[in-house]
């Protein structure tokens, strides 16, 4: 059967997206959407639950005739990565919505259609009383783009579904059944600044960036890995005496600018020519990206032979893919991604997503990155670690899922396996016997400025995810 229309459930959807793109959502900026939710459910006389984590849960009773079904849960994740066409833009700040052909984009940031596109869902099904559904359990989580921390938080006693559908995927016609699991990582680097110099501050704008997950194998160039492979360069030319580094937004962000403050012996004009032959499209990997250098006073700077070991050693550090799985292909296995750099008083700070599909292959990651801190005098901290989501080779909900697919869209859906983390693993782990499936409408470029979601898909995903909860009662 073709995909039916519910044209004011389709409104609301993208009503409850713009509402929630006001309010400012980047990751530990939890009170504001949480307090957005809670008034929701209390305006509708829904029964919420609030927890310390900022998670919130709103039930909602069957529709007529369904009342002795087993509940379902659906869920998706409160936070964004927000992130900026450069540095300046406040972080603390909601997202201007802009139309541009089928997509929604924003203005001057990412989007925020991850997963604000599947809390827009959950809000249309909550709100709408003519929809046919078996009990709803919504399950709203926080800071799942830091390490999954409000899921691991979160007491699912209060949940009786042993369903589960997650709507935090961003490809349409993709039913995903397995992902990797994954940890954050920030290393404390010493870097001491005792000389007062005047110097240069050199800036990279303009890299594509990506999600540090589905996208670390393209081979997109991290804006502070390259920043730094090439201050090493210059410590072969003339002495370099580090005063500051900063890149990046989010760790599981692949960082679109960077910026170095240092003293070089170089002249400006000599400086800004070896950055113009150095810096080059084929360098950058895209088009569009440029540096700017302009002279800066009053720097203070670690010692030159210091330096260069520090920059060697942020060098040193492993970075993107590591290994890939043997039997599905073009899926790292393992991977890690350097997402923000920043200079704290007498340190330099690096934080790291991890990932993947093997608990023991991070695990080993995890002391790697604490030895290699460790040996240059630092420290590694280690957090928000969460399982790997394994395949099941039976699923009920799998099943009903690809039924209804083939019936709507008269064609089969592809069942994956994905490198990205999806809080489904967390909640396998604590509530026994889950049967868990994500997916979502097609949004692309995500945690990127080019973020941009399909409307037609959004609309379309949304049809099947009312398609799949009738099934669900019958």
Known sequence: MPLEKNAPAEGKVLSFFEQISKIPRRSFLTAPIADYLCDFARARGLWFYRDGADNVIIKKDASRGAEKRNAVILQAHTDMV??????????????????????????????????????????????????????IEAVFTSNEEVGLLGAAALDCSALSGRMLINLDSDTEGIFTVGCAGGSGARLSLPLKRPIEEKGYTLTLLGLPGGHSGTEIAKGIKNASLLLVAFLKELCEKAPLRL??????????????????????????????????????????????????????????????????????????????????????????????????????????????SLRSSKNEKRAALEKKLESDALRFGGTAHLDGAYPAWEFKERSALRDACLKAYHEAYGSEATVEVIHAGLECGIFADKIPGLDAVSFGPTNMDIHTVDERLSLSSAARTFRLLLGILKTLTE
């Open 82 to 135: 927000l992130v900026t066409k450069d540095a300046s833009v406040e972080q603390d700040r909601g997202v201007k919505l802009l139309k541009k052909g089928d997509f929604l984009i924003a203005e001057g940031t990412s989007l925020g259609g991850d997963d604000g596109i599947g809390m827009a869902y959950i809000l249309a099904i909550l709100d709408d009383k003519d929809l046919v559904h078996p009990p």
């Open 243 to 352: 005063a500051a580094l900063s890149g990046g937004e989010a760790s599981n962000a692949i960082p679109t600018f960077a910026t170095a403050s240092f003293f070089s012996s170089l002249t400006f004009d000599k400086l800004n020519e070896i950055c113009k032959q150095y810096f080059t499209k084929d360098t950058f990997g895209c088009e569009g990206a440029r540096f700017s250098l302009a002279r800066s006073d009053t720097l203070f700077c670690a010692a030159e032979e210091e330096s260069r070991a520090t920059i060697e050693h942020i060098l040193s550090l492993p970075n993107g893919v590591l290994a890939m799985e043997k039997d599905l292909i073009a899926t790292p296995e393992t991977s890690l991604n350097l997402g923000i750099i920043k200079t704290e008083k007498d340190a330099l700070s690096l934080s790291y």
